[in-house]
């Protein structure tokens, strides 16, 4: 994990060697619009029916046994209403992020995209499960931890579409040498997938706890603002690789720091007894193709 503590170096350092993309259009029109003090239920809903992804994802939400409503929303307005702007923005961050980074591609060589999002959702099933049962996350929103979760390894897709034939030659390495991604990473690039994807977050105006959890998600201890958040996000990483779903093929786990259980505020017990749930959970979710 680089030790670069000036953000401004970090983004430089990352923009310089990779061109990141752009929020999508649906998130900056959603924005703007939940920015303005007089924008409506329907003002909102006109944004987001423009794009069917989130569109689909916001009704599924509405209609999901946890609203659990006695009628069915088949309105993006009523379900913008029932949902709220804050839930909405969310869903719509998750997935216009599906819909940027989830399109299906043949396996490559260490790679697996379908596998990359196995890792990815079981990582935010992860989290929000475990959070659930934390009093140190009493007064965060599940959602958010679930998309902290989800999020952490978006920096290897930017890599992998911005920088292919060298990210898959540092991961060729890291799996002939047996060694952890992100000290080939730092050794080939100068930061690691984590830097990549917390300077995406920055750019897209993402939530400033989200990019330092995406940031430190490998080296918690070395948070200084959410530790607890990254400590999270860094346990249920681990979780998703031991049981056999990895983010890239053929590599090393990421070694746990054993701090990150006070952090989260339950012991590894506590954490093994949660598992078959964590497992249930996943099941029951979504691939995005």
Known sequence: MTKIGDTTNILNLVSSAITLPTMPEVLTKLNEVIADPDSSADSVAAVIAKDPSVSANL???ANSAYYGLPI??????VAVSVLGFKMTKKIALKATVFSEFGKKR???QLFDPAGFWRHAIFTGTAARALAQQSAAFA???AEDLYI???LHDIGKILLLEKACPRYLAML???AQQKRCETEVEMEDFGFTHADVGSVLAIKWSLPEELAIAIRYHHAPSSDPFHRSLSSLVHLSDQLAWRVGFPSTLGTTAPAIDPEVYR?????PQQVESLLPQVQEDFAASEMPF
């Open 263 to 267: 952090q989260v505020g339950l012991n």
């Open 139 to 141: 007064d965060s929103h």
């Open 59 to 61: 009704l599924r939400i």
């Open 148 to 150: 902290a979760g989800l």
């Open 106 to 108: 043949d396996q490559i």
């Open 172 to 174: 060729r390495r890291a």
């Open 72 to 77: 069915r929303v088949s309105s993006v307005s």
